[in-house]
């Protein structure tokens, strides 16, 4: 056991695949987690625009690829089952520039044997995308470039390229939907305004949307925003954190690096100092 931790602190985190693994984390780190799944992933109920990319790069219709999640590339593979040969795609990809946002779309890439152009350093936001771009002198003027996306659109992302003269494809290929059960959630926001949560760990935005979107279902919007300005909030990196304060909530702590073993070390180091500081000022 760490010498400093979370001391015995309800710590909540709305994981979904990697629930089970954070609430270890937590666990060990002396928390006692408050596990609600916040979200699942459902493929789109259209894969038309997936299928036009796929033609458009096997008809030598793209100049350049951006992959920003290796689930997303995963599934554009699996798509193509039954209708186009995968060593196709593959070679079709081979023959453009190819840009990753992180680790996981590159590890994806590496199975595929296709060449990875520039990989988006940390902390892998639409900035660094761009910022690679930028500082490699990938010139994407005037070509024609598609993203595949992740779960959202990101039109930060898709307007820092057109501003950049690229001729821009999103390509959706899977979103995020509240969890069938939706108990746990709820149960949640009500632990939030009883005061009874410690430590928020979120790993991703679409957490703290959902969050908020169950907070107004059940018409405790503004209850939820004012119990979790009394919660550590610790966020895993800089695109959750943005979304953390497009609810005008401010951000206790960032992991130095987006790992979840990290976020929750690091929550555990500083979360008695981050808790007086938060609840004096709110009380």
């Known amino acids: ?28 780190y002396g928390g006692k987690p408050l596990h609600a799944p916040a979200m699942r992933e459902v493929p789109l109920s259209s894969n038309l625009e997936a299928l036009k990319f796929v033609e458009a790069l096997l008809e030598g219709k793209l100049d350049a690829v951006v992959f920003l999640t290796g689930v ?24 453009v520039s190819v840009v990753a946002r992180g680790p996981k779309p590159v590890a994806v890439l590496r ?44 039109p930060e992302l898709l307007e820092g390229l057109r501003e950049r003269g690229v001729h821009v494809m999103p390509v959706p290929v899977y979103q995020w939907d509240l969890p069938e059960d939706k108990a ?8 939030i305004i009883a005061r009874q949560i410690g430590v928020a760990l979120f790993t991703t935005g679409v957490q703290v949307n959902h969050l908020f979107q169950i907070g107004e279902q059940v018409g405790k919007k503004q209850a939820l925003k004012a119990g979790l300005e009394n919660v550590v909030k610790a966020s895993i990196g800089p695109t959750t954190s943005e979304v953390l304060r497009s609810y005008g909530l401010s951000i206790d702590l960032e992991a130095s690096h987006p790992k979840m073993g990290l976020l929750v070390k690091e929550a ?10 938060n609840r004096p000022r709110s009380a």
């Open 72 to 95: 997303g590339a995963r599934a554009i593979s699996n798509l193509l089952e039954g209708v186009h040969p995968t060593e196709k795609f593959f070679e079709a990809l081979r023959k």
């Open 1 to 28: 056991m760490p010498v400093t931790n979370f001391q015995g602190l309800t710590v909540l985190t709305l994981e979904s695949r990697r629930g089970q693994e954070m609430s270890r984390l937590i666990e060990t």
């Open 268 to 277: 555990a180091e500083q979360s008695q100092a981050l808790l007086q500081r």
């Open 184 to 191: 746990p959630l709820r149960a949640a926001v009500n632990s």
């Open 111 to 154: 199975e595929w044997k296709v060449p990875v152009t520039l990989t988006a350093p940390e902390p892998n936001t639409w900035r660094e995308v761009l910022q690679a771009i930028d500082d490699n002198k990938l010139d994407l003027r005037d070509k024609h470039v598609a993203v595949q996306e992740y779960g959202v659109s990101n």
